[in-house]
């Protein structure tokens, strides 16, 4: 991170060295490696039992985030296969889908119940593509609903089952970091979901939490948001809301 919130990844290892001594040994970036990546990740092999877990409810909702796609491909069927009542996933790793194009979506999205890739995502692999000509796409490949993230710009939310599309606004941000915001933001919807049922709330409430990360300094930050603005922010998200 530079001082004006501006990122590079991976970090420089140039910048890296100019750490002091005693925090360099703390900088971990495993995208340089991708075997460092993969070892650090579990296999299928080590899913189906964590997927049962001990209770009723226990590790049968799941969210996957930016795998590799040698893991992507193996880990969400053996996900579903598991038992697991619900599955989301993240887009995998778009440099890869770049090089090797998107076959793993095409095989797998099928097995999700809601694919959820950002447009950051979607310009590395599929550069100029509409993004309503992308969502048919995933579709196509077997995703029920996608909800396509676009930043500033809200979320494209589309259910394949009933044919019906609604674009949700973003809250207007206070930063130019949107670091972590996808990542609140489909762990926001995955529990407002899976708890409600109804797809344009929970990406309403989704762009809410998402909101608090454009605002945060630290990761930490988020632990304690100002609740007095939320129902401020989800009335002005809501009030946003069209059908396509």
Do not use: M, N
């Not at 670091?179 to 929970?202: E, I, M, P, Q, R």
């Amino acid at each position: 991170y530079r001082p004006d919130g501006t990122r590079t990844q991976p970090a420089p290892a140039e910048a890296v060295a100019e750490f002091a001594p005693e925090l360099t040994g703390q900088v971990l970036d495993t995208t340089r490696d991708p075997a460092v990546t993969l070892a650090s990740l579990p296999d299928a092999d080590a899913l189906p039992s964590a997927a049962r877990g001990d209770g009723a409810d226990a590790g049968l909702r799941w969210h996957l985030g930016l795998l590799p796609l040698v893991r992507f491909a193996a880990i969400v069927p053996a996900v579903r296969a598991a038992g697991a009542r619900y599955v989301q996933a993240d887009c995998p790793q778009r440099s890869e889908l770049a090089r090797e194009g998107d076959e793993v979506l095409r095989e797998h999205l099928r097995h999700l119940d809601v694919f959820l890739p950002s447009t950051s995502d979607t310009d590395v692999f599929a550069p100029g593509v509409d993004h309503a000509v992308l969502v048919e796409r995933f579709h196509d490949y077997g995703a029920p609903v996608v909800v396509l993230k676009r930043g500033e710009h809200g979320a494209l939310v589309s259910d394949a089952r009933s044919r019906r599309q609604w674009s949700v606004p973003a809250f207007p941000a206070t930063s130019d970091d949107a670091t972590g915001a996808g990542d609140v933001f489909c762990g926001a919807f995955a529990h407002a979901l899976t708890t409600s049922g109804d797809l344009v709330a929970a990406a309403v409430e989704a762009s809410v939490c998402a909101s608090y990360a454009l605002e945060a300094s630290s990761p930490l930050d988020l632990g304690a948001p100002d609740h007095t603005r939320r129902a401020a922010r989800r009335a002005h998200i809501q009030s946003g809301v069209r059908e396509l």
